[in-house]
């Protein structure tokens, strides 16, 4: 059977703990979506970001 992907959600991605979390997550091989308040374009990340607003 395959192995099913893992995926991780992370709020508050944009900066400090959240940032460095998301960022551990994609560098450990998991699909990270982050999410922001102030929108998806908030900076260039590794990661897949999503808009709260
Ligand atoms: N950094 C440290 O060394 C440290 C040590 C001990 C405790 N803490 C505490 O841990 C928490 C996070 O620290 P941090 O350095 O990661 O903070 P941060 O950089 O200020 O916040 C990280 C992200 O969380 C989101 N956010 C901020 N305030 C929010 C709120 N009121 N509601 C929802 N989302 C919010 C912001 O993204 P969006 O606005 O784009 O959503 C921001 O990019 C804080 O309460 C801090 O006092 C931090």
Redesign the pocket.
């Known amino acids: 059977m395959k192995p099913r992907k893992s995926v991780a959600l992370v ?9 460095a979390t998301a960022e551990r997550l994609t560098t450990a091989g998991y699909t990270v979506y982050g ?4 929108g998806a374009q ?1 900076s260039q990340q590794r990661f897949a970001m999503l808009s ?1 607003t």
């Open positions: 709020t508050g991605a944009p900066s400090g703990i959240g940032k999410t922001s308040r102030r908030a709260l």
